[in-house]
């Protein structure tokens, strides 16, 4: 079982920017996409972006043209830059990993944008 493990988050002001890194146990070139996904309080897990292992990267609304998905195969990692940081972009953000039926999850990352 691959285990990741997502870092970078924290406060930062609006208009700041983070990036958040999630690191496989494994080579992420097993899985047929690995993604960003994100929780607010009260609210459902919603995908902000996804990496499929073609490359070609998908962004939910909210997360096009302020974030960017990224993966250096060599550090079996997957990046998440977001710029323009909303307070409405405060979430645990979560990495996700898929293969087929089944998905690993990371234990999540705290970003709160808040002045």
């Known amino acids: 079982q691959v285990q990741l493990v997502e870092s970078g988050g924290g406060l930062v002001q609006p208009g700041g920017s983070l990036r958040l890194s999630c690191a496989a146990s494994g080579s992420i070139l097993m899985f047929s996409a690995m993604g960003w996904y994100r929780q607010a309080p009260e609210k459902e897990r919603e995908l902000v972006a996804t990496?499929?292992?073609?490359?070609?990267?998908i962004y939910s609304e909210s997360a096009k043209g302020r974030f960017t998905i990224s993966r250096d195969i060599a550090k079996n990692t997957v990046y998440l830059q977001m710029n323009s940081l909303k307070p409405e972009d405060t979430a645990v953000y979560y990495c996700n990993a898929a293969r087929g039926p089944s998905e690993e999850w990371g234990q999540g990352t705290l970003v709160t944008v808040s002045s």
């Open positions: 990496i499929p292992s073609g490359g070609f990267t």
